[in-house]
């Protein structure tokens, strides 16, 4: 009887104990987990993309589509065309709009001081919203450093409660430039990351300044034309835990401690993708993973060609 109680007794500290690690981490109602950012504020990590949407209606019912299935986190910019249905979106969900984190990103030509105040105005009023959680320089081109002035403003006027870098991964020297000739320095940088471009170096350069990664092309775009999705290694761990491929690699990014915005428009694969708080990857599925890098990115347009694309672009 004594051997009994003590089992038990073990069993409650076991339990009591397992409950109390995950309570360490917080998440959202759907299980997504979120990071306290290097500023407090805190963001869910998984989101949708909306890169590509085709159009703001289109975007609309994306976003509607991932609202009603858990997702907390949208990221949109001026240049995707679509924050008009981003905002309908949000309104249109009956989520109170603190649930709710919106990221945007302004273009280059609406980079300099007392001009990206007026772009973020416009940003407001196109998401019909008062602020907006997380705002980008899109690109490391133009005058960034007077765009970033002007969004420092925007924070302490409650416009915006948190800085990113967008692609800032160009080069070391718009890396440096941005951290040091900033007051509030990025909480977050955006980049290209999945499985076969980790971005070790990176990481490196962002943990230094407790900048969060959060990862586009997680799943390798529609560029890839799939790459990722077929790879041996990523497939036989889907079949092992009876998932898609897509939802190993999302998953592999969140215990990597990435934050993740995959795009799509498709209903079942919008829901498809959140699907990934319900199982867990073993450190050697995860040593798996990590063993097919290669730095091998997809979308490899050199800063030149990202300078030819800004200017050649009218917002």
């Known amino acids: 009887m004594n051997r009994l109680k003590k089992i038990i007794f073990f069993a409650i500290l076991l339990i009591g104990g397992l409950c109390a690690m995950n309570a360490q981490e917080k998440t959202t109602t759907a299980g997504v987990p ?3 950012l290097n500023n407090g504020v805190e963001m869910p990590r998984f989101g949708l993309g909306t890169f590509l949407q085709g159009s703001n209606e289109i975007c609309k019912q994306s976003c509607l589509t991932a609202l009603r299935a858990g997702y907390r986190h949208i990221d949109t910019a001026h240049a995707y065309y679509d ?11 009956g989520i ?3 649930e709710i984190w919106i990221t945007s990103k302004l273009w280059p030509t609406e980079y300099g001081e007392g001009k990206t105040l007026k772009a973020i105005d416009e940003m407001l009023a196109r998401l019909q919203t008062d602020y907006i959680d997380l705002l980008y320089v899109h690109q490391p081109v133009g005058d960034f450093v007077g765009a970033w002035k002007d969004m420092e403003k925007a924070v302490q006027m409650g416009k915006v409660r948190a800085l990113g870098i967008s692609n800032f991964d160009a080069n070391d020297e718009v890396f440096n430039e941005i951290m040091e000739k900033s007051t509030i320095k990025p909480a977050v940088l955006q980049i290209e990351c999945h499985p076969y ?3 070790t170096e990176m990481r490196k350069k962002a943990a230094k300044y407790g900048i969060q990664v959060e990862c586009w092309y997680p799943l390798g775009g ?5 790459l990722l999705l077929r790879d ?5 761990i889907a079949d092992n835990h009876g998932t898609s491929p897509a939802q190993i690699i999302l998953r592999w990014h969140i215990q990597e401690g990435f934050s993740v915005i995959p795009g799509a428009t498709k209903p079942d694969y919008i829901k498809e993708n959140i699907q990934i708080f319900d199982f867990a990857l073993s450190n050697d599925e995860m040593q798996q ?4 890098n290669k730095e091998q990115r997809i979308f490899n347009a050199t800063l030149d060609d990202v300078k030819r694309m800004v200017w050649g672009t009218k917002l």
Do not use: D, F
């Open 34 to 36: 979120v990071v306290k």
């Open 83 to 93: 924050e008009e249905g981003v905002g309908e979106a949000v309104k249109e969900s």
């Open 96 to 98: 109170p709009r603190e």
């Open 197 to 199: 471009a980790q971005r």
């Open 222 to 226: 529609a560029q890839s034309q799939g």
């Open 232 to 236: 041996s290694v990523i497939t036989k």
């Open 289 to 292: 993973i990590r063993s097919l």
